[in-house]
Structures are given as C-alpha cells and as structure tokens.
C-alpha cells in the first residue's frame, strides 16, 4: 500500500484545515486507517483512527471535538478535518493504515503550522 498526504500548511490559531490521504495498491486489504502526528522534539502520537471494518472512531483527548476523521466509500482516500486550531496542534502529520494481516504502512508527512 501506498500513501500520499497532503493538504498541510500554515493557518491562523482558531482556522481550519482538510488533511487527505490517498491509498494506492492492495487498499481493499486495509483494515485501520489513521492520522499520526509529532511536532519538533516530542514522541509521534495517533491523532485519530478509523476502523474501516465496522466505521468505528476514536480520538485522541487533545483533540475531540475539535478534528473529524473520514473515509470515502471507497475506503482509499483518509481525510481529517482539523478546526479550531491551536498552535499546539502545529507538528507533522502521518497518515497510517494497518491491513488485516497488521502490516503498517505510513505516508511521507505534511507539515501543519498555526500561528497564534
């Protein structure tokens, strides 16, 4: 499986961003589908995952409420609406899938900045 992230980029503290990830090769084997991110000196963290099996969500604290995670009907294309954005948020974000046999697969990144 390949990954492609995109939709980064520098926003305003309390603006909006659309990330997109688009899955190509063996996609229909995926089964978890996930952003990840990590800013500048700390450990990468999960942001948000989707179960494409049963549709099910979870997000981490710092961020419920606040950023949405989807899938399209075809289940190879992520996205992850990020509003109210705080300069906390600003790190790189991974897009991530593991398939059904729990092989993880991972995005280049796309850099998301917020200015306060």
């Known amino acids: 499986v390949q990954l492609q992230a995109s939709g980064g980029g520098l926003v305003q503290a309390g603006g909006s961003l659309r990330l997109s990830c688009a899955a190509r090769g063996s996609y229909r084997s995926i089964s978890d589908m996930n952003w990840y991110r990590q800013a500048p000196g700390k450990q990468r963290e999960l942001v948000a995952m989707?179960?494409?099996?049963?549709?099910?969500?979870n997000y981490a604290d710092s961020v419920k409420g606040r950023f949405t995670i989807s899938v399209n009907d075809e289940k190879n294309r992520l996205y992850l609406q990020m509003d109210s954005l705080k300069s906390e948020d600003t790190a790189i974000y991974y897009c991530?899938?593991?398939?059904?046999?729990?092989?993880?697969?991972w995005g280049q990144g796309t850099q998301v900045t917020v200015s306060s």
């Open positions: 991530n899938v593991r398939d059904r046999w729990f092989k993880f697969y």
């Open positions: 989707f179960n494409t099996i049963n549709g099910s969500t």
